[in-house]
Nanobody
Framework: QVQLVESGGGLVQAGDSLRLSCAASGRTLITYALGWFRQAPGKEREFVAGISRSGSTTDYTTSVKGRFTISRDNAKNTVYLQMNSLKPEDTAVYYC????????????????WGQGTQVTVSS
């Protein structure tokens, strides 16, 4: 089992930055690809960013490319999401998730999930 705990969410203004963290316990993350997803009220959960086990490969949904950066520190068993130039449409609960081997844009492929952290961006 892998336990994931997100932190770093909050209320910010448009144009501000936030860095989300997701700390894992229970197992080392070295064999897990990681993803960040988000769910806004009344909408389905969507893929935001993914990162390979080594951290050498990353992927982003189009709406956050150039603004968000996913990274990981396997020594600290932690994955991060740096979010810059935040927009009101980024408002959502953000979740990190882990799956063995390769990352996926499909949330159903992930085995372990955090509880989520709220990000609210005011205009």
């Amino acid at each position: 089992q892998v336990q994931l705990v997100e932190s770093g969410g909050g209320l910010v203004q448009a144009g501000d930055s936030l860095r989300l963290s997701c700390a894992a316990s229970g197992r080392t993350l070295i064999t897990y690809a990681l993803g960040w997803f988000r769910q806004a009220p009344g909408k389905e959960r969507e893929f935001v960013a993914g990162i390979s086990r080594s951290g050498s490969t990353t992927d982003y949904t189009t709406s956050v490319k150039g603004r968000f950066t996913i990274s990981r520190d396997n020594a600290k068993n932690t994955v991060y999401l740096q979010m810059n130039s935040l927009k009101p449409e980024d408002t959502a609960v953000y979740y990190c998730a882990a799956k063995l081997w390769a990352y996926s844009k499909n949330d159903e492929a992930y085995e372990f999930w955090g509880q989520g952290t709220q990000v609210t961006v005011s205009s």
